[in-house]
Structures are given as structure tokens and as C-alpha cells.
């Protein structure tokens, strides 16, 4: 069927024809960047924390008496936790994957240079690769030697006098890519820290919608505060078990403390991805909804248009057109009016993505979601105006004939 009527048919509708465009266009724009958010959080929910997730518990004990010695503390409760039926090992940290409390800091290669890379710090007492679980890949743990307190020389939490540092792999390779990083020497703080050690995996505790989500550094740094976090691994058919034994030892070791937040590693992934989970179903709700809108927008148009023109589809019957004629100029009507929208709401999808870069740090568009969004939208159009173009293409040639 020759297009040049139909272009003039959409000449003669200009209004209705620009609404619907501009309905596309921003329908187009809003799913391209909610289906990108929903791609980039539905991964974050299954990225491996590079820990032992299953046999991990934990609990948080906050000293409330100002003269103790908390490293002496911290290790009397530890050799009482370790003592204990059912746990493996035990220590204790500053934070976890998906604890929040993250301590920062820039990476810098040379003394005074600028930071290459922002990298999160976790500092626990001895055996931390294997009460967490991590998988060593390349080098060694801390010696015994190199473990100093936190509160080192009371400068800024010790971080420029530790000797070494164990990083990811992801750290490693954005720091020397193509290099092998042991031995080399980074600057976390003032001092120079010498890489000793490489693990597979290591989430940092808040992750963001950079690629930096294993960027970390563990540091032979040991908690000397009287708020911590002791970190018990066990079996998982012994988690719970195993917590209430360690609530009852370290309050029956001191009274005088506050334990609280007790719960296995699953229940604080569970809970750091509560909103997550909950922000999904709700962009899921929208964009769907925004669909749905669309959807009864272009149904609408057309069936409007085929009440419009029965007469004149009747004529066109009348001098031979087909039922399968009438359909396909139809659904090539609306293919034009989705693909002009499609074509503006791509522009509309990059600038509203720079949009929310700038205000919500967003990542940039991935260019996987723009097709995708297209194809979606056409075949939109298309099972949208299915109906109308079924009901035009049955209406008879005795219509012509009709007056009115």
C-alpha cells in the first residue's frame, strides 16, 4: 500500500498525532531509565559478598564503663566465644558487606599524589580471612607482628603506621592492571602500605551504582573501641543456636555492656536489601502502569480514527481494497506515530539519564536498554491497535453507499 495517503491522513490530525508522538516520547524516556535502575539493582541483590554467607553470625557488644581495657576485653571475650559448642573461629571487625558502616579512603600510589580510587577499609582482629570466609588468591595473611590498634599513636585511627594490606582483586586490577600487585606499595593514608595479599571477593558496606563495589582494603587493624562487632562462624544448621549461646557467655563474662543485634549474615543481607526489594516492586508498579497508559492511548486514537473514517474505508473496499489491506494500514499508521515517538524519546531517555546523574548519581544509561525499549514499545503499539485495526478491517463496502 503506497504511503503517501497515509502521511497525508497523519498531515490532516496534526494535534492528536503530536499528542500521542510526545506520549511515546516520554513513555519511551521513563521505562529506558527504570528498566536500567531495575537491571542494576536486580544484580546488586545477587552479587556474591565474597564471605562465608551461610555460616556466618553476629552480634554487637557496646561497652558502657569508660576504663576498660577494651583490647584486653576484646580478647577475653573472643577466647570465651571460640570456647564455646558449634563455632568455628571468631573475631572482631569494624563492619561487614552490607553493615553501612563503611570507612572510606582514597587510594593513592605515591606519597602526597592524588587519589586514584575510593576504596572501603575494614580492620578486624587475627584469623579474619578465615572466620569470614575469604578466598586468598594470591600472597599471604598478617603475621602476628603486623596487627597494630586502632587508635595507634592517636593520629587518624592508626591507618599511617600499618605495615601491609590485603586488597580485592577488583582493587588490584584498577590500581596495576595487567601487574601483579604484591609487593607494590599504596598509600591509603600518609604512610606507605605494601600489598601482601589478594582475595577473590570482597563487597564493600554500602554499595553504590559505581563498578567500585569491591574496591576494599583489609588492614592488620584491631578494633580498640568499646563498641564492636564480634563475627562467629558456624555450620548453618547451628546459627541460631550458636547466638543465643554467645549472648549468654558474654553476658554472664560483663553485665555491664549493651549487646544487642544479634543475627546471622543472611538477616543483615535480608535487611540492607528490604528497600531495594521494595523500590523494585514500586518501578516495576509505574512502568507498567506508564505502559498501561500508552497502551489505552494509541487503542484509543485508533478506535476513534476507525469510527472517523468508516465511510471511507467503506470506499475504499468498494474499489478493491482487502480486509488484510485496511488492516496492515492501520498498524502502519500507528507504526509511524510510534517510531516518531520512539525517536524523540531516545534524546528525551539521555538527557533525563544525565539528569539523574547529576542529582542521584545514577549510573549512565546503557545503551543494551535504548533497542529494548524500542522493541517494547513497537510491539506496544502494535497489540495495542490490533483491535481497532480488526474492527476496521470488517467493515463492509455497503458502507460507502451510506450517507452520514
Excluded at 28 to 38: E, K, M, P, Q
Excluded at 164 to 173: G, K
Excluded at 244 to 257: H, I, K, P, S
Excluded at 361 to 383: D, K, T
Aim: one cysteine or more.
Amino acid at each position: 500500500m503506497p504511503h503517501s495517503p497515509l502521511l497525508a491522513s497523519l498531515g490532516r490530525h496534526k494535534l492528536p498525532v503530536l499528542l500521542m508522538v510526545m506520549q511515546v516520547a516520554l513513555t519511551c524516556a521513563i521505562v529506558c531509565n527504570v528498566a536500567a535502575i531495575l537491571g542494576h539493582r536486580i544484580s546488586q541483590l545477587g552479587l556474591p559478598s565474597g564471605v562465608a554467607e551461610n555460616e556466618l553470625v553476629m552480634l554487637e557488644s557496646i561497652s558502657i564503663d569508660a576504663g576498660t581495657d577494651t583490647l584486653a576485653r576484646h580478647q577475653a571475650d573472643l577466647a570465651a566465644l571460640r570456647e564455646l559448642p558449634g563455632v568455628r573461629s571468631a573475631m572482631a571487625v569494624d563492619a561487614l558487606p552490607f553493615s553501612g558502616n563503611n570507612w572510606s579512603n582514597g587510594i593513592a600510589l605515591t606519597p602526597g599524589g592524588d587519589a586514584q580510587v575510593t576504596a572501603s577499609a575494614y580492620t578486624g582482629t587475627q584469623g579474619e580471612l578465615d572466620t569470614l570466609g575469604l578466598h586468598l588468591v594470591a600472597g599471604r595473611d598478617f603475621l602476628p607482628e603486623e596487627y597494630l590498634p586502632e587508635g595507634s599513636a592517636q593520629d587518624w585511627a592508626g591507618i599511617n603506621h600499618v605495615p601491609s594490606t590485603i586488597v580485592t582483586r577488583a582493587l588490584a586490577n584498577q590500581l596495576f592492571p595487567g601487574q601483579d600487585p604484591l609487593g607494590k606499595v599504596i598509600y591509603p593514608g600518609d604512610g606507605p602500605v605494601r600489598i601482601v595479599g589478594v582475595v577473590d571477593h570482597l563487597l564493600r558496606p554500602v554499595l553504590d551504582e559505581s563498578a567500585g563495589n569491591e574496591y576494599a582494603t583489609l588492614l592488620p587493624m584491631l578494633p580498640d573501641g568499646g563498641n564492636v562487632l564480634y563475627v562467629m562462624r558456624t555450620t548453618p544448621q547451628q546459627r541460631e543456636q550458636v547466638l543465643q549461646r554467645a549472648m549468654a557467655r558474654l553476658a554472664q563474662l560483663d553485665g555491664n555492656r549493651v549487646l544487642r543485634r544479634p543475627q546471622t549474615f543472611a538477616q543483615l543481607r535480608e535487611d540492607y536489601f528490604r528497600r531495594d526489594r521494595t523500590m523494585i516492586g514500586l518501578l516495576l508498579a509505574a512502568a507498567g502502569a506508564l505502559l498501561l497508559v500508552t497502551a489505552a492511548g494509541i487503542a484509543g486514537l485508533a478506535s476513534f480514527w476507525v469510527q472517523q473514517r468508516r465511510r471511507s474505508i467503506g470506499i475504499r473496499r468498494a474499489v478493491g481494497a482487502t480486509r488484510r489491506d485496511i488492516l496492515r494500514y492501520v498498524q502502519v499508521e500507528n507504526f509511524l506515530i510510534v517510531s516518531g515517538g520512539i525517536a524523540l524519546g531516545v534524546t528525551l531517555a539521555y538527557a533525563l539519564n544525565v539528569l539523574l546523574m547529576q542529582h542521584y548519581a545514577l549510573q549512565r544509561l546503557p545503551l543494551m536498554y535504548v533497542p529494548a525499549g524500542a522493541l517494547a514499545l513497537w510491539l506496544l503499539g502494535q497489540l495495542a491497535v490490533l483491535g481497532p485495526a480488526r474492527k476496521a478491517a470488517s467493515v463492509p463496502p455497503v458502507v460507502a453507499t451510506r450517507s452520514g
